[in-house]
């Protein structure tokens, strides 16, 4: 039997500041959807579907890629569009460019809701996220950020020039092997 490959640890700054991303990755989307709900009468996930939706041209959008954009997979992209569906803000129907895709488009009273729910949302981020900062945080902030979500949003969740760890181990293998044979 192998013995597993000994664990990377994180620094002492590392985890201080994992620790910190964690906790802003499990309570603000709480607070941000517990704002919606009280103020709107809906969820982050129905804000986010909304709001993509909404900056699409003519309000529509091909649901396979507002999945993407709003990292919902198929099973809960579904349920939260058959609410959005069953109160009137979204309509869906087949693409007539291609009817193997569905299209999901914003009601005018979709388009009240996020005209109606936006100021509240805004409020809420800017409470939640940048009243606390100053203008080199924000900046230092959206540098960091921007990194780590083109690694994270990259296919395999490579690194950040978008390839796989295992992509860049063979590689540095292969620059390996042949410097060691020159």
Known sequence: MSTPPAADWLSSEEESTWRAV??????????????????AGMSLAEY????????????TMRLSELGLVANMNLSHLSRVLSRLEKVGWVERFPDPADGRFTLGRLTEEGWRQVEAAAPGHVAAVRRYVFDALTPQQVEDLGGAAGVVARVVKAPGGGGADGRSAESRSAQSRSAQGRRSTR
């Open 22 to 39: 964690w906790a802003v990755m499990t309570w603000l989307p709480a607070r941000l959807d517990a704002q919606l709900r009280t103020a």
């Open 48 to 59: 986010s579907a909304l709001s993509q939706i909404s900056e699409a041209p003519e309000r």
